[in-house]
C-alpha cells in the first residue's frame, strides 16, 4: 500500500519527534508535592520525545522519594532542579503555563485565556 507523500513526511516528523529529544520544548513542573504526579509527567514527557525537564523548587520529601523510586527511570534522575520560574524559562522566547487555580494561589502571575494565547500565537489581535 502506497501513502501520500504528505501522510508519509507528517509520520515521518511524528516518529522522529518520539524517537530524538525535542529541544525546543522543555517541561517545567513547578513546586510538585505528589511523588507519583512528577513520576507520572516526566513519564509522558519522555514518552514524546521531551527529555528536557526542569522542577521548580520541588517539596525535598517528594523529590527524593521520586528520584529514589526504582520507576523513576533516567528521565526523572536526569531533570534539572531550579529554585525560581524564571530560572527555569530563562532562555525561552515563548512559555505556555497551565495550573489548577482552584487549589493553589498564584503570588504573582498573567493569566490569559486560551482564545488570547491562540490569537497572540497566529498573530491575531
Same mark, same amino acid.
Given at each position: 500500500?502506497?501513502?501520500?507523500?504528505?501522510?508519509?513526511?507528517?509520520?515521518?516528523?511524528?516518529?522522529?519527534?518520539?524517537?530524538?529529544?525535542?529541544?525546543?520544548?522543555?517541561?517545567?513542573?513547578?513546586?510538585?508535592?505528589?511523588?507519583?504526579?512528577?513520576?507520572?509527567?516526566?513519564?509522558?514527557?519522555?514518552?514524546?520525545?521531551?527529555?528536557?525537564?526542569?522542577?521548580?523548587?520541588?517539596? %525535598?520529601?517528594?523529590?527524593?522519594?521520586?528520584?529514589?523510586?526504582?520507576? =523513576?527511570? +533516567?528521565? *526523572?534522575?536526569? /531533570? #534539572?532542579?531550579?529554585?525560581?520560574?524564571?530560572?527555569?524559562? %530563562?532562555?525561552?522566547?515563548?512559555?505556555?503555563?497551565?495550573?489548577?487555580? =482552584?487549589? +493553589?494561589? *498564584?503570588?504573582? /502571575? #498573567?493569566?490569559?485565556?486560551?482564545?488570547?494565547?491562540?490569537?497572540?500565537?497566529?498573530?491575531?489581535?
Amino acid at each position: 500500500m502506497k501513502f501520500p507523500r504528505a501522510l508519509t513526511a507528517a509520520l515521518t516528523d511524528t516518529i522522529h519527534c518520539m524517537v530524538n529529544s525535542n529541544p525546543l520544548v522543555r517541561i517545567v513542573l513547578v513546586r510538585p508535592r505528589n511523588p507519583l504526579n512528577l513520576l507520572a509527567a516526566t513519564r509522558a514527557a519522555a514518552n514524546f520525545g521531551f527529555d528536557d525537564v526542569v522542577v521548580v523548587s520541588p517539596f %525535598e520529601p517528594t523529590w527524593q522519594e521520586a528520584r529514589a523510586a526504582r520507576e =523513576a527511570g +533516567r528521565w *526523572l534522575r536526569q /531533570a #534539572r532542579r531550579v529554585d525560581s520560574l524564571l530560572e527555569a524559562v %530563562e532562555d525561552r522566547n515563548w512559555v505556555l503555563g497551565t495550573s489548577c487555580l =482552584a487549589r +493553589r494561589q *498564584l503570588e504573582s /502571575a #498573567r493569566i490569559f485565556s486560551l482564545d488570547h494565547v491562540a490569537a497572540r500565537a497566529t498573530g491575531a489581535r
